[in-house]
Structure formats: structure tokens, C-alpha cells
């Protein structure tokens, strides 16, 4: 759980139903659940939680309602009006709830990386290996901070590409302002993984 000055924000992994769990091979399911919970770590770590906090104070977001995010364990389903854009995230005011995806990586990518990706030293990892793994982070991060931007102007009524033009304005503020310091939460975490989360299982 983490706990910010003007919000209150409860991350966890999101159980899948069962008739999504069947479409994925086990390599599948266990490479995203690796993922998942390296993202939920992550989070959950010392340095984001301060980094967030300090983004919640500097705009002024409030919310009445605890925050619940989830850490999904599977990438979102294709767009049906826009089947080339890809969700890494969503907002829902009525449920005060925050979702976070995966990315999208090609099966040759995940047979042949393995849940391994997420366990192994930073330090053993190839440099493409590591490339990989700071897009994952990177990727959670911004989308992070973006969805939480969306909780600051839930009130305020603007139309909808007003909105989301401020907020990708600011998260590419924040990203830009934050890069130094991903490469050192990365390292410090990397080594502990919440390993013994399971999928649905919170913290």
C-alpha cells in the first residue's frame, strides 16, 4: 500500500479470470507474472513512492476515494476503434481506480527470455537484456505518472484532447525531470523482487 499527501493509492496484481489465464501458454504466464510483479516491486519501492509523492504535492491532486491500482498481469486487448493503437493504461473516475498493462512483446521474445528476465542480476544481463528492461520500466513509470496526472483534472470537466494534451505535456515534464534517478531505483530493486507474490495475491 502506498500512502501519498493528498491521495491514497493501493497497488496490487490484478487477478485474471480463468478464461483468460487458458489463452496463454505456461511460458506466457510466467514470463507476465515475472513482469507484473517486477513492476509491482517497482512501485512499491521507497524511491518511486517518495518521487510520486512529491508529483502528487507539486499539482495539488486530491481525491476523496482510496486509489486502487492494479498491476495487470496481461497485455490490454487491441482498441476496436483504433486496432493500431496499444492501452498501457487507463484511468476510472467512478471506480477511483488506476489499471497498469504490460507491453506488448512477441512470443520468440518471451520463449526466449523466461520469467529468467526478471530474477537474474542486473548486472548478468545482456545489454540487450537490460535495454529490454528499461523499456518495461520506463514504459510502467510514465504510465504511472500519466494516469495519476488524470486523477488532478477528474473534476474540472475540460474536453477530452484537453485534456490529455495537459497530461501528456506534464508526464513528459516529470519523465524528463526523473531520468537520472530510474536507472538507480532500477539497480537498488532489481535484486528484490517480489517473488513470492502470486498472481491476485496483494500486498
Do not use: C
Not at 504466464?29 to 513492476?39: C, D, K, Q, V
Not at 499539482?59 to 486502487?68: A, T
Not at 497485455?75 to 477511483?96: D, N, T
Not at 528492461?133 to 475540460?158: D, N, P, Y
Request: hydrophobic share 40%; net charge positive; no cysteine.
Amino acid at each position: 500500500m502506498s500512502s501519498v499527501s493528498q491521495i491514497r493509492i493501493r497497488a496490487r496484481l490484478a487477478k485474471p479470470p480463468e478464461y483468460v489465464l487458458v489463452k496463454f501458454p505456461r511460458y506466457e504466464r510466467e514470463f507476465f507474472l515475472g513482469y507484473a510483479n517486477f513492476i509491482l516491486g517497482l512501485i512499491l519501492s521507497r524511491e518511486i513512492r517518495e518521487m510520486l509523492s512529491n508529483l502528487v504535492s507539486a499539482e495539488g491532486i486530491r481525491s476523496d476515494r482510496s486509489i486502487d491500482l492494479r498491476v495487470m498481469i496481461f497485455p490490454a486487448r487491441q482498441l476496436r476503434r483504433h486496432p493500431s493503437r496499444i492501452l498501457y493504461g487507463s484511468y476510472s473516475h467512478s471506480l477511483a481506480q488506476i489499471s497498469l498493462y504490460p507491453l506488448r512483446i512477441s512470443k520468440d521474445r518471451i520463449r526466449r527470455e523466461g520469467r529468467e528476465l526478471f530474477s537474474s542480476s542486473l548486472d548478468e544481463l545482456s545489454m540487450v537484456q537490460r535495454k529490454l528492461i528499461g523499456e518495461i520500466a520506463t514504459a510502467a513509470i510514465s504510465t504511472l505518472i500519466h494516469e495519476v496526472l488524470h486523477v488532478k483534472f477528474q473534476q474540472r470537466s475540460l474536453a477530452r484532447y484537453v485534456e490529455e494534451g495537459m497530461v501528456q505535456r506534464l508526464e513528459k515534464t516529470y519523465m524528463r525531470q526523473w531520468a537520472d534517478k530510474i536507472d538507480g531505483v532500477l539497480r537498488s530493486q532489481f535484486s528484490s523482487l517480489i517473488d513470492d507474490v502470486s498472481v491476485g495475491k496483494e500486498p
